[in-house]
């Protein structure tokens, strides 16, 4: 493997806004997606740069936007421990500063749910939350919240409990949920198959899908879950932004984008 495919975000403030500025502005948006019609986005979850553009491109639909929460959903590092966790911390430290923990919500979600704790297992990792919170960092305009989820567990029956929590606390307040996944195996054809059945919103295909092995996601949950937010939060409109198929030990990048 190259030591490009191994190069990972700096960890250091400034060279890491260079580069995230840099990702953003070099995206081409999409004339007929409104940013604040954006309800959920699904980017990688890796660490590793070669997904920084397909982050980019869901990414950029938000730069500018004035959010007050994000809901950050991603698969655990720690391996299966048979819930849903949110951390304990109150607030999220990046390179590029300190992000709050919406504390309000948080709780609310563990109200809405028996199978979501106040755990910080899965969490503080190299991936999920602390990739995705610089990119909002440099993607939103003024300051936000989030409230990072881990799924320790990602069977449907936990992907639409924690889906429609998610989107039943997200209603009329400024947020978008935001799912990290990684593909890790998959042809043209899977591929094909995975780009249709999130643009039909066909979580029971998509469920089908992935639980088949046809198309191996690590991080299944999070776009599952995601998708499943979005459309309880109204999204009508679903699309593929970028769809890079895995290679030797590079993990693929998908990005996509929920929208009313």
Known sequence: MSLATRAVYPTQPAPLRKQLDALLAAVDLPADIAPDAVVGLVVPDSNRVTGGDAAAAAYGLL???????????SP?????????????????HTPLGAVPVNDHLRNELCDEDDDIFLDDTGHYHTEGA???????QAALDGDFDAVPIVMGEESPAFCRELGGAVGEVMYAKRAVVVGSCDLMEGDADGLGKLREAIEAFDESELMHLLGSETVRVEGMGALITTLI???????????????????????GAIACAFWK
């Open 229 to 251: 937010a979005a459309k309880a939060r109204g999204a009508r409109h679903a699309r593929v932004l970028a769809l890079t198929p895995p290679e030797a030990d590079t993990p």
């Open 76 to 92: 655990s590092h720690h391996g299966a421990f048979g819930r849903l966790s949110i951390c304990q911390t109150d607030a999220y």
């Open 63 to 73: 730069r500018g936007l004035d959010l007050d929460t994000v809901l950050l959903v």
């Open 130 to 136: 602390d990739v995705q919170l610089p990119f909002l």
